[in-house]
């Protein structure tokens, strides 16, 4: 099957700083890529959608500001985290939708914030 | 609103024994159903995907099943083994959107 590649797979950074989680589509273009966050034993949580070349469209109570989107290429889409604090630590997880309409996920980033 | 409710939200059973986890959801038009696997730490990967007119299908000792007018599906693993233990995401793909419904998933535990 078709493979998105994710990282770091974890990252631990100082409260303020900011963080960039990448996800590349290894053999197949994401024309829209999905990120999620998720909590300990949650589902996971839409955060917002990204389209190749337009702005991300965020979901109700994400702050646009807060996580910044990149979908530059139809492989690479990449969630910033910016001016991190604790309670942004999460488990980020993005996927990319195949031709087919399948959504292929990337491994996770798990994120802790000091 | 599209909504996809999973039950039960955990289940523990032993090696070896079968499960089924239900999905029931309201999200209208249908275009495709998924089940996915998450184990912990992972990403989730996908184990079937039912379409409109498919009933039942299976992918080794995993057999998903898709009642439309009822709009439920199920997941029955058979033979259960440790490396099941995971959580089962039920996705549905409306007609009318592209932002797939996640269900909550059901936690499944299997001991030996």
């Known amino acids: 099957g078709a493979v998105v590649s994710q990282h770091p797979s974890w990252v631990i950074c100082k409260s303020g700083t900011s963080v960039k989680i990448e996800c590349r589509s290894l053999?197949?273009?994401?024309?829209?890529m999905f990120w999620y966050r998720q909590f300990p034993k949650q589902s996971l949580m839409l955060m917002a959608t990204?389209?190749?070349?337009?702005?991300?469209?965020?979901e109700q109570g994400v702050e646009k500001d807060k996580f910044l989107i990149n979908h530059a290429s139809l492989t690479l889409s990449t969630l910033t985290v910016t001016s991190a604090h604790p309670e942004d630590s999460s488990f980020y997880i993005c996927?990319?939708?195949?031709?087919?309409?399948?959504?292929?996920f990337g491994e996770g980033s798990r994120l802790t914030v000091l | 609103k599209n909504q996809v409710e999973q039950s039960p939200q955990s289940l523990i059973i032993l090696e070896g024994k079968n499960c089924t986890l239900q999905?029931?959801?309201?999200?209208?038009?249908?275009?495709?159903l998924r089940w996915y696997k998450q184990d912990t730490g992972r990403g989730p990967v996908s184990l079937t995907i039912?379409?409109?007119?498919?009933n039942t299908k299976s992918n080794g000792r995993y057999t998903a099943t898709l009642d439309a007018d009822t709009k439920q599906s199920s997941l029955h693993i058979t033979a259960s083994q440790l490396s099941d233990s995971a959580s089962y995401i039920c996705?549905?793909?409306?007609?009318?959107?592209?932002?797939?419904?996640f269900g909550r998933g059901t936690s499944l535990i299997v001991h030996p």
């Open positions: 053999d197949f273009q994401a024309t829209t």
């Open positions: 039912m379409t409109f007119s498919e």
């Open positions: 996927s990319g939708e195949g031709s087919t309409g399948e959504l292929f």
């Open positions: 996705v549905v793909r409306s007609g009318g959107s592209y932002i797939p419904t």
């Open positions: 990204s389209n190749e070349g337009s702005k991300a469209t965020y």
């Open positions: 999905c029931n959801y309201t999200v209208s038009p249908f275009s495709n």
